[in-house]
T-cell receptor, first 117, second 112 residues
Framework: EAGVTQFPSHSVIEKGQTVTLRCDPI?????LYWYRRVMGKEIKFLLH????????ESGMPNNRFLAERTGGTYSTLKVQPAELEDSGVYFC???????????????FGEGSWLTVV | GENVEQHPSTLSVQEGDSAVIKCTYS??????FPWYKQELGKGPQLIID?????GEKKDQRIAVTLNKTAKHFSLHITETQPEDSAVYFC???????????FGTGTRLTIIP
């Protein structure tokens, strides 16, 4: 079974440009999450989709970040325009519904490593 | 929201010795406690988890213990090996929600 896949794995862009990150969750997982780890710090929550609906976007830093999950399958996270402080690694994760049910857990992708120069 | 504290932030252990990392949390309703390992250049990988109906769970050299009364849980790695070197994160779900709040991470270094 394929895991969570993310694209691109690495991206270097100039300040002011736009970057779009893509995530393909594990097939059948309704929950899709975006997290970010900046400068070796903790993994911070950005937002949570249940199927195509945004369940919680309380972690989105500002309106330069836009996430979509059309059709409830893959998701994109767009940063426009990018700023220096946006540099970091963006992780996508997925899980079945009802995370705390026995046997359910969150699986992470390898991350999209973004550098804004 | 959930508040998760993780200690220590860095830990160096001689190969073959044991390592222990501890996390405390604030929401007493939390009932699922995973540990993730992040190696350099990779995403977090689940290594072990525990649910609140048990106090301890073991998987080969890795174990997790849970004290719900005190609201803390710990990761134990025995007979450490160089490949155990990584950053380890604990996490706790927000009750009534389905997202994880992560600890600040522990950078574990195994000294050969």
């Amino acid at each position: 079974e394929a895991g969570v896949t993310q694209f691109p794995s690495h991206s270097v862009i100039e300040k002011g440009q736009t970057v779009t990150l893509r995530c393909d969750p594990i097939s059948g997982h309704d929950n899709l999450y975006w997290y970010r780890r900046v400068m070796g710090k903790e993994i911070k929550f950005l937002l949570h989709f249940v199927k195509e609906s945004k369940q919680d976007e309380s972690g989105m830093p500002n309106n330069r970040f836009l996430a979509e999950r059309t059709g409830g399958t893959y998701s994109t996270l767009k940063v426009q325009p990018a700023e220096l402080e946006d540099s970091g690694v963006y992780f996508c994760a997925s899980s079945p519904r009802f995370l705390t049910n026995s046997g359910n857990t969150i699986y992470f992708g390898e991350g999209s490593w973004l550098t804004v120069v | 929201g959930e508040n998760v504290e993780q200690h220590p932030s860095t830990l160096s252990v001689q190969e073959g010795d044991s390592a222990v990392i501890k996390c405390t949390y604030s929401d007493s309703a939390s009932n699922y406690f995973p540990w993730y390992k992040q190696e350099l250049g990779k995403g977090p990988q689940l290594i072990i988890d525990i649910r609140s109906n048990v106090g301890e769970k073991k998987d080969q050299r890795i174990a997790v213990t849970l004290n719900k009364t005190a609201k803390h849980f710990s990761l134990h790695i025995t007979e450490t090996q160089p490949e155990d070197s990584a950053v380890y994160f604990c996490a706790v779900p927000n009750f009534g929600n389905e997202k994880l709040t992560f600890g600040t991470g522990t950078r574990l270094t195994i000294i050969p």
